[in-house]
């Protein structure tokens, strides 16, 4: 079992930055990877960002490369998004999620088990 609790969501203007935190809990919390997605009005939950938890590896969608980055404090079992450039289009709820499986389909939502409740990021243009 795992919880998540993401934090760190707001209001800002495009071209500023937010970071977003999760934190991973739980009595037998084993993460193979963690991953961010987003679900905008009336559209699908989308994802964003993945990152394998033994040694870091990250993938991201292309909608993000090169402004996005997610990384995890091992220690702390929290993974990060660091969002830089945003955009109007960013806007959207922010999900966290974590599969304990070994797997290659990081981008896909029926991947991951676990998922957080979701925090709200609004960028005005």
């Known amino acids: 079992q795992a919880q998540l609790v993401e934090s760190g969501g707001g209001l800002v203007q495009a071209g500023d930055s937010l970071r977003l935190s999760c934190a991973a809990s739980g009595r037998y919390f084993s993460a193979y990877a963690m991953g961010w997605f987003r679900q905008a009005p009336g559209k699908e939950r989308d994802f964003v960002a993945a990152?394998?938890?033994?040694?870091?590896?990250?993938y991201y969608a292309d909608s993000v490369k090169g402004r996005f980055t997610i990384s995890r404090d091992y220690a702390k079992n929290t993974v990060y998004l660091q969002m830089n450039s945003l955009k109007p289009e960013d806007t959207a709820i922010y999900f966290c999620a974590l599969t304990p499986v070994v797997t290659k389909r990081l981008e896909a939502r029926s991947t991951y088990d676990y998922w957080g409740q979701g925090t709200q990021v609004t960028v005005s243009s």
């Open positions: 990152i394998r938890w033994s040694d870091g590896t990250t």
